[in-house]
């Protein structure tokens, strides 16, 4: 029972360089979520996909594309990256958008120098 | 918009010992969720408990519940019986039922590290 399975656990860049974080959950999750931590400020959402076939922006998504790329996987890529993404990314799945718990993958630690 | 405050940024138990964490959080929804999730050093986010908002009862989780207070919305965890494997980082978080923004999106505080002594 994997859950929500996230790839890489760790990633260096270099300002500039661009990546794809994937995602994965096998739980037929429609919707799925992409966060990312920062010191002192908790998680904060970058993108989300309500459903499948949708793509929404969240709080802080400059920087960022997405990518649902059917129901199971919600990718998220940096086309540019910067030191400010320096960052934890994590992705999360619930049931639907208005159902409870969320399910969070393992976390992907990148660092931008 | 909804916010979520967690005034405690470290807090410190003794193994066996009661600990208490508080968290408060705005809205002017009647109907919502709030968890409390750990993280530990791995990085895992971990569902400790969850409460919906109508339901008057406060949850438990074996060691773990929570002072649910809706009108003062107030929702503090409390660890029982202390074990150093509860140290982590802990998150309380919001998220309301009715479809709007950001596709219900959690709302996180900014955590509080939990400190376990032996």
């Known amino acids: 029972n994997a859950g929500v399975t996230q790839t890489p656990k760790f990633q260096v860049l270099k300002t500039g360089q661009s990546m794809t974080l994937q995602c994965a959950q096998d739980m037929n999750h429609n919707s799925m979520y992409w966060y990312r931590q920062d010191p002192g400020m908790g998680l904060r959402l970058i993108y989300y996909?309500?459903?499948?076939?949708?793509?929404d922006k969240g709080e802080v998504p400059n920087g960022y594309n997405v990518s649902r790329l059917n129901k199971r996987e919600f990718s998220l890529r940096l086309e540019s990256a910067a030191p400010s993404q320096t960052s934890v990314y994590f992705c999360?799945?619930?049931?639907?958008?208005?159902?409870?718990?969320?399910?969070f993958g393992q976390g992907t630690r990148l660092t931008v120098v | 918009a909804q916010t979520v405050t967690q005034s405690q940024p470290e807090m410190s138990v003794q193994e066996a010992e009661t600990v208490t964490l508080s968290c408060t959080y705005d809205t002017s929804e009647s109907d919502y969720y709030l968890f409390w999730y750990k993280q530990p050093p791995s990085r895992q986010m971990i569902l400790v408990i969850r409460?919906?908002?109508?339901?008057?009862q406060n949850a438990t989780e074996n060691r773990f519940s929570v002072n649910f207070q809706k009108a003062a919305k107030s929702f503090s965890l409390k660890i029982s019986d202390s074990q150093l494997g509860d140290a982590a980082m802990y998150f309380c978080?919001?998220?309301?039922?009715?479809?709007?923004?950001?596709?219900?999106?959690?709302?996180f505080g900014a955590g509080t590290i939990l400190r376990v002594k032996s």
């Open positions: 999360a799945s619930t049931l639907g958008p208005g159902a409870g718990t969320a399910f």
């Open positions: 409460q919906e908002a109508y339901k008057q």
């Open positions: 978080a919001y998220r309301s039922l009715k479809y709007m923004e950001y596709g219900n999106k959690l709302v």
């Open positions: 996909s309500a459903s499948e076939g949708t793509t």
